[in-house]
């Protein structure tokens, strides 16, 4: 076990498999002598080389097209995409490609390539350097999608998301990098907890809080807050957000009977749809209230200093444990 | 002081493309590509021959299966057999090629199965063989997209170490894409031993090549660092030639080539097309004279090898590979429901494995309220 | 009133909203001599032009770029773009530019392009030719997005777009091109219902059926044979994806109690999930039963001769719609 | 026979380059581009020299702005100002600019107003100036982007019969994505009045312009069919003199052209990035050797004009406009919270409107719960 940040951690896992796998190789912008725009690459191409930490030209395209070519010869590329909004021009050769390849060729062609895509908003950036384009992926068959939330599961997922035959995204909450956490990095593959799955983080009895990514720490102050009003929370960090591991919200939801779902991204089509779509459709008969989202609103992300009036923060969920649970709430009053 | 090349070359005036047989089939010795054709003897060119003969017929076959209902779709090649063969006779076994969905005549050259040909075309699959058999990808329809593919394995390649090289296909329209170009960019940065091939078939569907550039294609990759070589696609050796030069240079270090081999596409853009509506029917004229099977016959009559022996060899063959296809094609099992939950990941997937369970019992369901009918 | 085919109803509205406004041009590949690979702009450019209808060179990021540039000075373009699976190469242009550029200019620069997208399957086409891929935009702020099920709407729908000033995805459901139906094209703009609102095309009280584009043909079919069961289906065609029109819903389940959404989409993320999160949201305490999601898989699409396992038909359509109303379907006996 | 361009160039030496003015400040004359100079007499040059002063002013105190915390970010233009002055002077007011993040010195020249200059920076909005006022797009930080929107804004100004222009300034990173590329083939084909102006600064952030291309970027264009000029971006006179050539191709129907202006990023790629991680300092030294202003100051000098009255009044000219800049910027207004809202869609959204209407609410909650504690 050791201390580390959410940067440090991820570093560490690429370092292990790359030390683990010599077919592992890292491709994108910036990623070499400069460690990346976030540090995340620090120091791997001093120790692995120019051949397998690869500073790419500036396409982003390129980048997850000729990681297709690579993946056809028996690579395992991580492609950084240097932000959130900068993997729309790779768009074509995820989702025509790199999710479709395997389905294509009735299982003859693997894609086992890891995208990496620090994610999210709070970090005062301007314009295309905050965004949470996750529900883009998780609508595209063939890809998986995973998001970490501390410094253990970025260091172990990225593992896994590397060993996984299959495509992953996987998206880092660029605005915890700095968060430091425990870290065991003396784990098998074997061990860790599946990337598919759902972790409880708060035990609770009231209402079942879900999220992901950046927000699982805001959910987590959340839940702490209302648990000195006597409002106990319980908090499910998703880890994997394509599939869905229902399971454990599944069984929260039958005991709370109340759903609440925060994500930073737009809310019309966003994650949260899926969830309440499917807990409704699972738990029915167990809801005492309408799934409720609180989310990023229908906008595209707004100048550094509105954002923080987009993203859900602590008080916003806490309205929504409310709307939630039936208390007074900023919509008392308003039918629905 | 400008660097200025937009004057007119309406029509790409044959002079500036490498030639090594004429429209009448005599045979013009070139200074640098007549030495990567040394083994070229009587039986490799007859074998040219055959190849070329037998993939027209494999192309005739497939439209006609297509028009009796056997293949939802067909992309003919008629035209650009030379491009093909002479191209595809240039790989090496352990070389792996990147084409679009016209490329049939190339993966003829790489021994794919002809049933396997035609799955993909009667809608049993997505596509239709195993990549690693023949080495050479299944068809790509998003256009250009192949071309990064090749590209990043010919980076695998060069971190390999081995000398085995990547080619990709693709057409006059291709290049106008962005993959396409971004690809010369990484290949030229990374110096990989891939070879870019462009069947400039001068249509694009609809469009004429001018509408994509005004100049030669060929010029276009020099100016990513990269070298390039424009041949007579018509032109089996010139094409084999320039391909081999091409290959060499990827096996050796050189790094990336670009052919544009020019040639020209005398069928439809698919079966579903209807080139009346947009092409003259002149130029179609004008380039059956330049026929790339009969160029052959010419320079093969001049050379006293167009044997009766010969012709009626090719044509038995061609014979037996067009029955063979037929048979394989109208033979193919129907696919299964099931199916189209398999291979999405290779690993198991909860969302998925719900849907099929429920798709499973629901089929289940109709087959009893049908048996209870 | 006359009676035309699907694709000649669009023909006409084009053509219209080209004699109307000098500044609409139509840019696309194969659009000119040809007429498109599906003749919706048959006959314009010989009575237009060649500038006004662009046959553009092979790359879909640019038509939508340059589409942007046409609109800074003035112009209205309308992009064709040639089938579903072709229109990711665009989607950076599309989702960081076309979607972005009013609200980054704080409304200084208005987008009033129109992205026309033949999709959906059914036509027995190869893989990228038959993709439903609305969802992604649904999703994207500062577009709008609509769907047209019949000639008339057809028309009318393809000016609205076009004179709107918003950007504006057109989805055409190519398997129905040849369907005719009658199309007054005398109506004034201001006289046609907003290509916003939802409209019930069949009026029913037992279960209300909600979807889109190819399928409200085979929704009408549905609640024709359900009527000779005794069962009455609501069905109500979407037209406007995003936003969406919720009012018609609402009305509608509070009557029914149980609503069946069908696309051809994949369900995970799909349409779907937003109308079913929204419904509940919205109709909590109406709802009789979760609502029901009939929909495409969730797998890249398949081969042709598979995709009516893929598609939603009429008998799957009825199937949820027996789920919505717990009378015995194929899922009868599992729990949720 | 190959057309090979892939000779090593590196550091692009400088005879490639047209230079009307040495290091040193030498006037040296050339014959196409002189004539396009006639113009430039002691007043114009005092202005170029005022202009680019002003801007480097500008760009240091949005750089201490920034360390002062009053500015979330800025990219820097230091060492760029012979590039954005030269070719931003050359524009007429009815011609239209699409730039990256990094051509403030562009809008200076636009006649932007200093406040509109900093907002976006400032975090107040996503983008600072009404484009339609300055006929200048705000900055597009999609890499590449701008060049398409340039090109289609050209394709309307053919349309219209305009004789104005569009110009579009880009990176020399940018090149390598597959936008600039589609924008070289759309102008080409269209033969639409388009620049396009590359200030290669030798950095893409960390990346070394040789990572993007091994030849010299103004080759690129002329495999497009497009002219291409490579000019001493250092200078302001051979940047001036190209832009008009340019833009003259452009009003009388000659096309689009390409210019590379060679130049150095002397700062960091924003206030951001530590260049030290990957920028050996002694090619820093070689081009602050090279620094554009300091030769305009030799050039001056060398004719006599370099006066103190000419210095003192640049200097109280750049001084002004920082106070000026500096006062706008601290006086900025913050947003109101709602304003997130607006300007989505141009027309009103029912989803936004509910959405609006909730966060209104809350907010109201929330100053209601606050004021009742
Ligand atoms: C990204 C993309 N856009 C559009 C299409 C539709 N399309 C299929 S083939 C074709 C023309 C291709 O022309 P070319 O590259 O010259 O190849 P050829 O068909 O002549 O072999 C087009 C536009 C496509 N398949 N992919
Ligand atoms: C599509 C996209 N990818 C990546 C980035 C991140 N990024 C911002 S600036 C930059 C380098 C640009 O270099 P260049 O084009 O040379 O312009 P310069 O910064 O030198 O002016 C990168 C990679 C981006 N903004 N957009
Ligand atoms: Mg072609
Ligand atoms: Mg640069």
Redo the contacts between chains.
């Keep these: 076990m050791s201390t580390m940040t959410f940067s440090r951690a991820i570093n560490a896992g690429l370092r292990k498999a790359m030390d683990d796998d010599p077919k592992v ?1 890292l491709m994108g ?2 990623i ?4 990346g ?1 976030f540090r995340i690459t620090d120091g791997l191409q001093k120790d692995f080389g120019a ?1 397998r930490v690869v ?5 982003e ?2 980048i ?12 395992r ?1 991580v492609c950084e995409i240097q932000f959130d ?2 993997i ?2 790779a ?3 995820i ?3 790199v ?2 390849l ?9 894609m086992p390539i890891t995208i990496r895509v620090p994610f999210g908003g709070g970090i ?6 905050s965004e949470s384009p996750e ?2 992926f ?2 595209t ?2 890809l ?1 999608v995973i998001s970490v939330s501390n410094p253990q599961d970025a260091y172990s997922m990225i593992r896994q998301a590397i060993a ?3 495509p992953v995204l996987y998206f880092e909450p660029k605005r915890r990098y700095h968060t430091k956490g425990e870290v065991n990095e003396n784990q098998d593959l074997a061990q860790m907890p599946s990337m ?1 799955s759902a972790q409880v983080v708060v035990p609770g009895t009231d209402v079942t809080l879900v999220t992901y990514g950046p927000l699982v720490q805001t959910a987590r102050e959340a839940a702490m807050a209302a648990a000195d009003e006597g409002i106990s929370i319980e908090v499910i960090d998703l880890r994997s957000l ?5 399971a454990p919200l599944e069984a929260s939801v039958r005991r709370t009977g109340r759903l609440v779902i925060t994500h930073e ?10 969830i ?3 807990i ?3 738990c ?1 008969s167990y ?1 005492e ?5 609180v989310t990023g ?4 992300y ?5 954002e923080k ?2 993203l859900p923060d602590l ?2 969920i806490l ?1 929504g444990v409310d709307r939630a649970l039936g208390r007074p ?3 008392s009053g ?1 039918e ?1 | 002081m400008l660097k200025d090349k937009t004057a007119p070359t309406a029509g790409f005036a044959e002079p500036d493309m490498i030639q090594l047989v004429t429209a009448t089939g005599a045979r013009v010795s070139h200074p640098d590509f007549d030495r990567w054709l040394e083994d070229i003897d009587a039986d490799r060119l007859g074998a040219l021959y055959e190849d070329m003969v037998v993939i027209r017929r494999i192309d005739t076959e497939a439209t006609h299966l297509q028009r009796q209902g056997e293949l939802a779709l067909w992309p003919p090649l008629l035209g650009q057999e030379a491009a093909q063969i002479g191209s595809g006779r240039a790989l090496r076994r352990d070389d792996f090629v990147f084409s679009s969905y016209r490329e049939n005549g190339v993966a003829y050259c790489r021994g794919v199965d002809l049933t396997d040909l035609l799955r993909v075309w009667r809608g049993n699959v997505s596509s239709g063989w195993d990549p690693f058999e023949i080495n050479m990808a299944t068809p790509q329809i998003i256009i250009g997209a192949q071309t990064l593919h090749a590209t990043g394995y010919a980076l695998g390649i060069q971190n390999d170490g081995a000398d085995c090289a990547a080619i990709t296909y693709f057409g006059d329209g291709a290049v106008s894409q962005g993959d396409v170009n971004e690809a010369l960019v990484f290949a030229a940065s990374f110096q990989v031993p891939v070879v870019f091939f462009c069947q400039n078939n001068h249509w694009a569907i609809s469009e004429p090549v001018g509408l994509q550039s005004h100049v030669p294609i060929a010029d276009r990759a020099p100016g990513f660092g990269i070298p390039s070589l424009r041949v007579d696609g018509n032109d089996v050796l010139a094409v084999l030639a320039a391909t081999r030069i091409a290959l060499n240079r990827a096996r050796t270090g050189g790094g990336p080539t670009f052919i544009e081999a020019v040639t020209y596409r005398m069928g439809p853009h698919t079966t579903a097309d209807d080139p009346t509506r947009y092409r003259d029917a002149n130029e179609l004229e004008d380039w059956a004279a330049k026929d790339p099977i009969t160029r052959l016959e010419a320079l093969l009559t001049h050379a006293g090898l167009f044997t009766p022996e010969l012709q009626a060899a090719v044509a038995a063959t061609a014979d037996a590979v067009a029955k063979e296809m037929r048979a394989g094609c109208i033979g193919l099992p129907e696919p299964e429901p099931m199916d189209v939950f398999d291979n999405v990941y290779s690993t198991p997937n909860s969302w998925l494995e719900r849907q099929r369970d429920h798709y499973s019992r629901y089929l289940d369901t109709l087959a009893d309220a049908e048996g209870s009918n």
Tied chains: 1, 3.
Excluded at chain 1, 302 to 306: C, D, E, N, Q, V
């Design positions: 190789l912008e910036d070499g002598k400069l460690g725009v051949r500073d790419t030209p500036l396409a395209s390129a997850l097209g000729t990681a297709v070519g690579l993946a056809y010869r028996g690579y590329p909004g900068f729309y021009p768009f074509d050769q989702v025509a490609q999710a479709k395997h389905y294509r060729t009735q299982g003859k062609v693997k005062g950036s301007p314009e295309h350097h529900a883009y998780t609508h068959s063939g998986r996984c035959d299959d598919e394509a599939p869905l591991d229902f991204a737009a809310q019309s089509g966003g994650l949260g749809a899926e309440a779509a499917s409704t459709e699972r029915f809801l209230a309408a799934p409720v989202r609103f229908d906008i595209p707004p100048a550094s200093k509105l009036h987009h008080d916003r309205d709430n900023s919509l308003l629905g």
